[in-house]
């Protein structure tokens, strides 16, 4: 049974992810907690409509295998993650999906799932477990959490950068969990904030979940016609980050994750920083980092926590770790969190500007693609990707432990990679004409796709 995928379980809400799985998941997960004797659990969700049900599915499953449980009502991912601080926490979340689906994320200590924990859920579920005996059975209060979390958030943004001042910046919330906690944060921070889409709506109606150049259309308008300095974008549980600046263009989100590696290796007092990252994140990241005097791990896409956990197997002091979007500040905590991101930013923008931030980050022409390919055939094609790929392009190096990366002497790349979650093969570029240099690694792709159908 594969029920994770690399950011918990999602899906339809009436198909996959329903009631009934969610009851299984959170039954195997308070029976694995059981065994260890660790029996509080927090549970919160985001503002879909069937977040209320499924909520009331975990508690069930997680009270019946006896944990006690408390409901800390609709939150951001970020916040359940800091809640489940001491005890374990369940979150009920599609994160950017269309409204129709839902999913399960589940945390310990502050830190989700890895993969060998997820792994022992799944086959408790294939297994079955039974309840706790009837007198064991744990029960459920209600609990405040947003409050606490929002003013150490707020603590904490206040070691970098300075006071607010004249900045003024638009926040489109998605309609989803940020709206409760994002513009509250940046206001205490000083910030003059100016809000889109920020009441939670499980219909999502102000734009889709995703934010992306094309979904923050309102905003990017708003921020060029002159309303707002800068803008940042939101997905459903606030997770994700995307900064629009005052042109009302979305920053490449690899400029943002170089900005804030290289300011986290520069303030550290340790000494060896790393920064971990992904496979598909570019170069300008290794070279800001490096710049700055720390060094840069990767670990395949959805696995930072499982990076953060090697690197600091081998000595290193992770300073920072991020996927495009997603943020992890170590030193405030272990989960991904934009809205200490947008906090954080947001003095960093008002101590030196948006544009003195980006101006040492080398932006390269960069471009993805993905090529179709059948979920059955992507193990076939990547074998094959891994020979044809080197030998279309002799002149670089390759790295083949997640997906092909191909690194050239000029520093341009790319890394061809199968989606966890679609019928696809992602292509990743930077390169000087990188027009011609994707259509000839989609070219390899494409032809390897055919050969293996």
């Given at each position: 049974?594969?029920?994770?995928?690399?950011?918990?379980?999602?899906?339809?809400?009436?198909?996959?992810?329903?009631?009934?799985?969610?009851?299984?998941?959170?039954?195997?997960?308070?029976?694995q907690?059981?065994?260890?004797?660790?029996?509080?659990?927090?549970?919160g969700?985001?503002?879909?409509?069937?977040?209320?049900a499924?909520?009331?599915?975990?508690?069930?499953?997680?009270?019946?295998?006896?944990?006690?449980?408390r409901?800390?009502?609709?939150v951001?991912?970020?916040?359940?993650?800091?809640?489940?601080q001491?005890?374990?926490?369940?979150?009920?979340?599609?994160?950017?999906?269309?409204?129709?689906?839902?999913?399960?994320?589940?945390?310990?200590?502050?830190?989700?799932?890895g993969?060998?924990?997820?792994?022992?859920?799944?086959?408790l579920?294939?297994?079955?477990?039974?309840?706790?005996?009837?007198?064991?059975?744990?029960?459920?209060?209600?609990?405040?959490?947003?409050?606490?979390?929002?003013?150490?958030?707020?603590?904490?943004?206040?070691?970098?950068?300075?006071?607010?001042?004249?900045?003024r910046?638009?926040?489109?919330?998605?309609?989803?969990?940020?709206?409760?906690?994002?513009?509250?944060?940046?206001?205490?921070?000083?910030v003059?904030?100016?809000?889109?889409?920020?009441?939670?709506?499980g219909?999502?109606?102000?734009?889709?979940?995703?934010?992306?150049?094309?979904?923050?259309?309102?905003?990017?308008?708003?921020?060029?016609?002159?309303?707002a300095?800068?803008?940042?974008?939101?997905?459903?549980?606030?997770?994700?980050?995307?900064?629009?600046?005052?042109?009302?263009?979305?920053?490449?989100?690899?400029?943002?994750?170089?900005?804030?590696?290289?300011?986290?290796?520069?303030?550290?007092?340790?000494?060896?920083?790393?920064?971990?990252?992904?496979?598909?994140?570019?170069?300008?990241?290794?070279?800001?980092?490096?710049?700055?005097?720390?060094?840069?791990?990767?670990?395949?896409?959805?696995?930072?926590?499982?990076?953060i956990?090697?690197?600091?197997?081998?000595?290193?002091?992770?300073?920072?770790?991020?996927?495009?979007?997603?943020?992890?500040?170590?030193?405030?905590?272990?989960?991904?969190?934009?809205?200490?991101?947008?906090?954080?930013?947001?003095?960093?923008v008002?101590?030196?500007g948006?544009?003195?931030?980006?101006?040492?980050?080398?932006?390269?022409?960069?471009?993805?693609?993905?090529?179709?390919?059948?979920?059955?055939?992507?193990?076939?094609?990547?074998?094959?990707?891994?020979?044809?790929?080197?030998?279309?392009?002799?002149?670089?190096?390759?790295?083949?432990?997640?997906?092909?990366?191909?690194?050239?002497?000029d520093?341009?790349?790319?890394?061809?990679?199968?989606?966890?979650?679609?019928?696809?093969?992602?292509?990743?570029?930077?390169?000087?004409?990188?027009?011609?240099?994707?259509?000839?690694?989609?070219?390899?792709?494409?032809?390897?796709?055919e050969?293996?159908?």
């Amino acid at each position: 049974m594969e029920l994770f995928g690399t950011a918990g379980i999602r899906g339809s809400a009436t198909e996959r992810v329903t009631p009934g799985l969610v009851l299984e998941v959170a039954a195997a997960l308070g029976a694995q907690a059981r065994e260890e004797d660790d029996r509080e659990f927090v549970v919160g969700r985001d503002g879909r409509v069937t977040g209320p049900a499924l909520a009331a599915a975990a508690e069930a499953g997680l009270e019946s295998a006896g944990a006690d449980v408390r409901r800390i009502g609709q939150v951001p991912t970020p916040a359940l993650a800091f809640a489940s601080q001491g005890r374990r926490g369940v979150m009920l979340t599609a994160s950017h999906n269309p409204p129709t689906d839902n999913g399960v994320k589940a945390f310990v200590d502050g830190v989700e799932y890895g993969e060998a924990a997820e792994t022992a859920v799944e086959d408790l579920v294939s297994a079955g477990t039974s309840p706790a005996a009837w007198d064991e059975w744990g029960d459920g209060v209600d609990e405040d959490v947003l409050d606490a979390y929002r003013r150490a958030v707020v603590s904490y943004a206040r070691e970098f950068g300075a006071d607010a001042g004249d900045v003024r910046i638009a926040v489109d919330c998605g309609n989803g969990m940020a709206s409760v906690a994002t513009p509250q944060v940046l206001r205490d921070l000083g910030v003059d904030v100016v809000t889109l889409n920020a009441t939670v709506d499980g219909h999502f109606p102000g734009r889709e979940s995703k934010p992306t150049a094309e979904s923050l259309t309102d905003l990017r308008e708003f921020v060029r016609d002159g309303g707002a300095d800068v803008g940042i974008g939101h997905d459903g549980d606030a997770d994700r980050i995307v900064v629009v600046d005052g042109d009302g263009e979305v920053v490449h989100e690899d400029t943002i994750l170089a900005v804030l590696a290289e300011r986290y290796v520069a303030t550290s007092d340790v000494d060896d920083p790393v920064v971990v990252t992904t496979p598909n994140a570019s170069g300008r990241i290794d070279e800001r980092v490096e710049a700055a005097g720390g060094r840069v791990e990767r670990v395949a896409l959805g696995y930072l926590h499982d990076g953060i956990a090697a690197a600091r197997a081998d000595g290193g002091d992770v300073v920072f770790a991020a996927e495009p979007w997603k943020h992890i500040h170590t030193r405030f905590g272990d989960w991904i969190d934009a809205v200490t991101s947008a906090a954080v930013l947001s003095r960093l923008v008002a101590a030196e500007g948006l544009d003195s931030l980006r101006a040492p980050v080398t932006e390269r022409p960069y471009r993805k693609e993905s090529v179709r390919c059948p979920d059955d055939d992507k193990v076939a094609v990547m074998e094959r990707l891994a020979e044809t790929l080197p030998a279309a392009f002799p002149a670089a190096a390759v790295d083949s432990e997640y997906g092909v990366r191909l690194t050239f002497d000029d520093a341009s790349w790319t890394l061809v990679r199968p989606s966890g979650t679609e019928p696809y093969v992602r292509v990743y570029a930077e390169h000087d004409e990188v027009d011609r240099f994707v259509e000839e690694v989609v070219g390899v792709v494409e032809s390897a796709v055919e050969t293996v159908n």
